[in-house]
């Protein structure tokens, strides 16, 4: 097996848009494929590196080599976001205590319950509220941070919560997925685990479901991420070669999509702001996630989604297609989240072209209403 990733091209020597094309390639050699193989096997002949494929996979290797460099750090690929995020909460005891936010994405909500109900603790703050989270650190065994939050868009003080949980020696772990390596780098700011849902702007084109986990090169990221392989090896959520694959294709455009949806986020933040049939809009200040509450009830929080045409009614976030969806249709998400809030992920279609579509929703079902 060959194990070697290729020129070992490093964020700090080009620019992000540069590392992101160039990373992870096979070795330049008169006739060598320039794109890492796709390999399919289950096993190794003897005395390789590696000797079993669940253990790993040189298409996984590229495909970490980029994302590490990307953070800052050494990652691992997993079978999903939620099976990062299930190795990255083995850290805590079984029955000790996480600290988070008092709402989160609904699949680490749900594993933070289920993680309650079998004899562990989760103390909650509202995103917000700083001095909870470092009032309640001391009491803490694993700090659990995700900003923005999803769908509030509710925005943590990272810089402070993780320095203040580096300095105590409290582990801490931040769901990179919505803001990307792009704008946030939380192993620069005291993180220790950094998890991602792959599946979203790093694949980037709703074609695969994949998560990972990131960890710093020091002496105790490297033993945290040794319990995280080990975590990944043992329980087997790993990734399947060709998603790794198609995940490493998504993050050669990263840079250009990411730039593209957050321009068109940021002009849509501006213009639903002035919406009649717009509650509120929360937008984060950068990003291409935003989330409105419509002036309306469920019901017509639902025929918005129904009424659109280019923006995709779908369940997920993070593709080159806009998607919406209201949150509260699914009844595991947090009570906290508004019943007419829709959530919209911005891809890279034209902006008029999203605006016309969303406006003409709105006001569509503005108009139906009794
Ligand atoms: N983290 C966040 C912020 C998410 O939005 C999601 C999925 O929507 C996940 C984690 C879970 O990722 P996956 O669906 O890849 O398991």
Request: charge should be neutral.
């Given at each position: 097996m060959s194990d070697d990733p290729g020129p070992h091209l490093s964020p700090t020597d080009v620019h992000v848009d540069s590392y992101l094309v160039g990373?992870?390639?096979?070795?330049?050699?008169?006739?060598?494929?320039v794109n890492p193989a796709v390999e399919l096997t289950s096993t190794y002949a003897a005395d390789g590196p590696v000797n079993y494929a669940r253990v790993g996979n040189p298409t996984w290797t590229a495909f970490e080599e980029v994302l590490g460099g990307l953070e800052g750090g050494r990652a691992l690929v997993h079978a999903s976001g939620m099976g990062a995020i299930s190795a990255a909460l083995s850290?805590?005891?079984?029955?000790g205590t996480v600290l988070a936010?008092?709402?989160?994405y609904n699949g680490t909500w749900d594993l933070l319950t289920a993680f309650e109900a079998s004899g562990g603790t989760v103390l909650r703050r509202h995103a917000t509220d700083t001095a909870g989270f470092l009032d309640d650190l001391a009491r803490a065994d694993l700090v659990w941070l995700e900003s923005p939050t999803n769908p509030l868009m509710d925005v943590i003080d990272l810089p402070v919560v993780l320095g203040a949980a580096r300095e105590r020696g409290v582990p801490s772990v931040v769901d990179n997925t919505l803001p990307t390596p792009l704008l946030c780098r939380p192993l620069t700011l005291g993180a220790d685990v950094v998890v991602h849902s792959v599946t979203k702007y790093l694949a980037g084109h709703s074609d695969v479901v994949l998560g990972a986990t990131v960890v710093g090169t020091d002496a105790r990221g490297q033993a945290i991420g040794e319990r995280l392989r080990l975590h990944r090896t043992l329980h087997g959520a790993i990734a399947g070669p060709l998603e790794v694959y198609l995940a490493l294709r998504g993050l050669r455009t990263l840079a250009l999509r990411f730039e593209r949806a957050s321009a068109s986020a940021a002009e849509l933040a501006r213009r639903l702001a002035d919406?009649?049939?717009?509650?509120r809009v929360r937008y984060p200040g950068s990003g291409a996630m935003l989330a409105i509450d419509v002036a309306g009830d469920a019901a017509a929080a639902e025929r918005v989604c129904a009424a659109t045409t280019l923006w995709l009614h779908s369940t997920s976030l993070g593709g080159v297609e806009s998607q919406l969806e209201r949150r509260r249709r699914h009844p595991s998400e947090p009570l906290g989240v508004p019943e007419n809030l829709l959530r919209l992920s911005v891809g890279i279609e034209h902006v008029e072209d999203l605006w016309r579509d969303l406006d003409r929703a709105l006001c569509e079902v503005s108009a139906s209403r009794p």
């Open positions: 990373a992870g390639r096979p070795a330049r050699q008169p006739g060598a494929s850290l805590v005891p079984p029955a936010p008092d709402q989160t919406h009649a049939f717009v509650e």
